[in-house]
């Protein structure tokens, strides 16, 4: 993804003026050029701008969320090619290469591997096999090359982290089951709710799951835990609540190998497993903190769980899982140091 509000990617005054004289006659761009100096998503509102009123643009540029929001539910019902090429965009989360679309490609995406393409493909009623499908599917992308979407070279990104964020809960409402299979475990940790969280009354920013559907994103927390990722699980936005506690606790329970896959956690922290953004490697300790001192994190799930106070949890794992209480972090506090700050 990229941040367009980043400074050295700022749009300058001029490359603003052109792309309003892109879309918008004279009139009202004059009326508009109070309200357009700090706008986020600039290129995208200036395509949404086109032949539309002079008031429908001011309240675009005004309160351009609710419009994009608008927008991309639109996309959604019309276009199933662009809603396809936006999933494939998220789902891929490092970005998505449309040469692997090409007929009998080899190539396979970083994060979007050939089973995995061919199953979201497939929701959308696209044969990767037909030629007019996947030249219908690599127009879904080009049209929304500069508002939603950043190419580089054969790579497409979403534009925006906002958008972003905006576009997986919108887009994930629809496909949940692919939502919670593929994406990203920092999307899975940050962009869900379970209707059945009585704590939460507005759920507009995420992505609502049913009951019947808790137990599918349980099983890819654990599946997450197996491939050593923590962050799903014991970073997830939902472990305020009480409700989700209870849920997660009583999942873990229930599953015959997740406290073996728990404290399989003490044994890497014991090899010098170092765990940061949700991996691990297992090296030379002074080799590592040579290479990556600013981006290491030595971790469990027992200090994850201490450092934000959840006891409930940290009794869990310590009476249930046995769980190592004696694995310090990286600075050298433990689970007890970590319950005391």
Not at 65 to 93: G, R, V, Y
Not at 141 to 158: A, V
Request: a positive charge; aromatic letters at 10%.
């Amino acid at each position: 993804m990229y941040n367009l509000l980043a400074p050295e990617l700022c749009l300058l005054r001029e490359e603003r003026m052109l792309m309003l004289n892109k879309y918008l006659p004279d009139d009202i761009i004059d009326n508009l050029k109070h309200v357009t100096e700090n706008v986020d998503y600039f290129p995208l509102l200036c395509k949404l701008s086109k032949d539309k009123s002079p008031e429908e643009v001011k309240k675009l540029f005004t309160a351009p969320l609710i419009s994009i929001k608008k927008n991309i539910n639109i996309i959604i019902d019309e276009n199933k090619n662009q809603f396809c090429a936006l999933a494939l965009c998220i789902l891929s989360d490092g970005g998505f290469n449309t040469d692997s679309l090409k007929k009998g490609s080899v190539l396979v995406n970083k994060t979007c591997k050939k089973d995995k393409l061919k199953d979201i493909v497939k929701e959308f009623d696209i044969d990767l096999g037909k030629e007019k499908h996947r030249n219908s599917l690599k127009a879904g992308f080009s049209t929304l090359n500069g508002t939603y979407l950043k190419l580089r070279g054969t790579e497409y990104r979403i534009i925006h982290d906002k958008i972003y964020k905006m576009a997986a809960v919108i887009c994930g409402q629809h496909i949940k089951e692919f939502f919670i299979k593929y994406a990203s475990s920092i999307c899975i940790r940050d962009n869900f709710i379970f209707e059945s969280v009585t704590e939460v009354h507005e759920n507009d920013d995420l992505i609502v799951l049913l009951k019947d559907q808790e137990e599918d994103y349980f099983e890819r927390l654990l599946c997450d835990l197996t491939k050593h990722v923590i962050i799903s699980t014991f970073k997830n936005y939902q472990l305020i609540y009480q409700t989700f506690r209870d849920k997660l606790i009583s999942f873990l329970k229930r599953k015959n190998d997740a406290n073996t896959v728990l404290k399989k956690f003490d044994t890497l922290h014991a090899q010098g497993c170092i765990i940061y953004f949700g991996k691990y490697e297992i090296v030379s300790m002074e080799y590592e903190k040579r290479k990556y001192r600013l981006n290491i994190n030595y971790t469990t799930p027992l200090l994850e769980s201490a450092i934000r106070g959840y006891f409930d949890i940290v009794h869990f794992l310590i009476v249930n899982v046995k769980c190592n209480v004696n694995n310090t972090d990286d600075k050298g506090c433990s689970p007890l140091h970590k319950e005391s700050e």
